[in-house]
């Protein structure tokens, strides 16, 4: 006896194609729908204002502000997305001496190759910014630090596995274009 004919539905011919692409590719049919984006929250974005340090960030609701990660120093807020996937912290400090950007531009790199063992596959500099983006174990990182016209340097630092990068670049994008002194 064989077995009957599958019927054939909306939907049928997409599952045979993404079942046959993940067979090929050697992973499962869920992998190869894509990543499990996290939620995307209510849609808008808010505001994150540190008047101390003098610096501000656009951030989508995809990503939620702790409340409890903020010190009595003000100097650091910790955001996450809902599935606790993805992290942003935002810190900044006045340091006892003023050093340039191209030492904290070095000092970063070195912290990260080095001390992280990561790898940076982006960086710019421009006026008083930096940025580096690659790997660190398996997951992107991005910083932009910023030197402020008071000589604070404030930083942002996003991290999330590789797999969602397609769900977080246009959260990336946001937070770090707006990450800038008020």
Do not use: H
């Amino acid at each position: 006896m064989q077995p009957a004919p599958e019927r054939a539905t909306p939907g049928a011919a997409r599952r045979r194609a993404v079942l046959a692409g993940a067979l090929a590719l050697g992973t499962s049919p869920a992998a190869a729908q894509g990543p499990a984006c996290p939620p995307p929250g209510d849609g808008r974005s808010r505001t994150y204002r540190n008047e101390r340090f003098g610096i501000t960030m656009t951030y989508p609701s995809v990503f939620a502000l702790d409340p409890g990660s903020i010190p009595a120093a003000g100097d650091s807020a910790r955001f996450w997305t809902a599935d606790r996937q993805a992290t942003a912290v935002v810190d900044a400090a006045r340091p006892a001496q003023r050093r340039g950007l191209d030492t904290l531009l070095a000092e970063a790199e070195e912290d990260i190759l080095r001390n992280s063992r990561g790898e940076i596959t982006y960086r710019r500099r421009r006026g008083t910014w930096f940025v580096l983006s690659g790997f660190i174990l398996g997951r992107i990182f991005y910083r932009r630090s910023v030197v402020t016209p008071d000589g604070t340097v404030a930083t942002l630092w996003l991290e999330f596995p590789r797999a969602l990068k397609p769900c977080l670049e246009a959260a990336v994008t946001m937070m770090s274009l707006s990450f800038r002194p008020l």
